[in-house]
């Protein structure tokens, strides 16, 4: 079945057939009719055969590709040049995974309602052309398929003919280099981890001075994406700056729309206090933000100090920009790394993240936040089924009870098969405590899939 998650649809590449693509593809050209789009990917080895999976359900002048770029390049391409931007992507995630990501015509991902319409029609068409699609195995045999207009033999022709147009390309490098003030860290050293990922080809157009900026793991297909490297594991990042005496270190995920810290003592900064200190510098409108379920309670605590009002906008980045609608807020984001800045773009971008860091350095410091203690865990469920009901919440509400002045999150990934659990409390030994006690209800409350 084709469904959305978190963060648009994500799979392991190797368990899913091309023929979801070309579903997901016709849907798609079912309801933007006669509607011009761009499309860009993070680097990774499926994502061409995607691409051209994709593709092939359109005539070539209704796209145009921008080849290996930040999620951020599509969706700034997609508000001021196109109808809507297509982003094959699987972010965080290892280069196993892959997925598409979609943005309309604001640069914003798409509605939850425009989801639904597509997997409908998704379903719809794989249902309905499953028997015929089970005899196709290779790539050019999925694009030739239904498609009158692109023969399997020439499928590698057509896609190679409709060349990357570097030119929009530029122009969003242009729009992120525009935003910064290249003078308020000069003469700094600054380590940048582009996770082997979507930023690895534009960086250098936007960051060139080599004394200043050191760039790092800018290897593209070769399966490194995110290995070892990048806001999901910055260690290589940390050992970097420490080594090179660097000023701060900045990586960003596979698609480059989020963004982790290293500071001069090559230590990582949490991503609450960024959260915090960018909401401290942008000039609010309404003075309020948007944050999520996971915002640590001790940066709430900070913001309302500072006569900052928080609002809980869900799970997700596409969450936080609709509340961000809603209560007329500027800033919003999610201590994982995404940051919205709405007056530049309608999603998280980690350039645009960047370009506004190096702006607020210039004059202000990072300031530590007294935080709460938290206890993260993971939990497989790939081969169960989790029973979340009244029953369940009920006991959580009881261990609530009995450890006064903690948040609890359960929910289940919508990027992997897996169940995350996050604890806080002001306290060590009360978060890991408790978190040992959800950690079992959770697993109590897994029953194995039948075949």
Not at 223 to 234: E, M
Not at 265 to 284: C, M, T
Not at 291 to 299: A, D, E, P, R, S
């Amino acid at each position: 079945m084709i469904k959305f998650g978190t963060d648009g649809i994500r799979f392991i590449y190797e368990n899913i057939s091309l023929f979801v693509i070309k579903a997901v593809a016709k849907a798609i050209k079912e309801l933007f009719k006669n509607q011009k789009f761009v499309i860009g990917n993070d680097g990774r080895n499926s994502g061409e055969d995607i691409e051209k999976v994709f593709l092939s359900c359109f005539n070539s002048s209704s796209y145009e590709r921008v080849g290996i770029v930040p999620s951020g390049c599509v969706a700034y391409l997609a508000k001021t040049n196109f109808d809507f931007g297509v982003m094959v992507t699987a972010s965080h995630n290892d280069y196993r995974y892959n997925g598409i990501k979609f943005f309309d015509s604001n640069g914003q991902k798409i509605s939850n309602e425009l989801e639904i319409k597509i997997e409908q029609l998704a379903n719809e068409y794989y249902d309905n052309h499953l028997s015929k699609m089970q005899n196709l195995n290779s790539v050019n045999e999925i694009v030739g398929y239904d498609n009158d207009t692109k023969s399997q033999l020439l499928s590698a022709e057509w896609y190679d003919l409709k060349l990357i147009n570097n030119e929009l390309v530029q122009k969003y490098c242009d729009f992120v280099k525009n935003l910064i003030n290249y003078d308020s860290l000069k003469h700094k050293k600054i380590i940048i981890d582009c996770a082997n990922g979507g930023a690895s080809n534009v960086i250098k157009k936007i960051f060139n001075n080599e004394n200043e900026y050191h760039i790092i793991n800018t290897y593209v297909k070769f399966n490194k994406i995110n290995k070892f490297c990048g806001a999901t594991d910055t260690k290589h990042l940390q050992e970097v700056v420490t080594k090179n005496k660097a000023f701060l270190g900045v990586a960003f995920d596979g698609d480059a729309d989020r963004i982790v810290i290293v500071n001069k003592k090559g230590k990582q900064v949490d991503g609450g206090e960024l959260f915090s200190y960018f909401a401290k510098n942008v000039i609010l409108n309404n003075q309020k933000v948007v944050g999520t379920v996971y915002t640590n309670l001790g940066v709430i605590k900070n913001l309302n100090n500072f006569g900052i009002e928080f609002i809980n906008g869900g799970v997700g980045d596409k969450n936080v920009i609709v509340n961000m609608n809603k209560y007329g807020s500027n800033f919003g984001g999610e201590p994982s790394g995404h940051y919205i800045f709405k007056d530049y773009l309608n999603t998280g971008d980690g350039l645009i993240s960047f370009a506004m860091l190096l702006n607020f350095l210039g004059y202000e410091k990072i300031r530590k936040v007294k935080t709460y203690y938290e206890v993260n865990k993971r939990i497989d469920k790939e081969d169960f089924d989790f029973i979340q009901d009244k029953v369940f919440d009920s006991k959580i509400n009881e261990i609530k009870d009995s450890y006064k002045n903690t948040k609890i999150v359960v929910r289940e990934s919508g990027t992997e098969p897996i169940i995350r659990i996050n604890v806080q409390n002001a306290k060590k030994n009360k978060a890991l405590e408790c978190a040992l006690i959800v950690e079992e209800l959770v697993s109590n409350s897994l029953i194995r899939k039948t075949i």
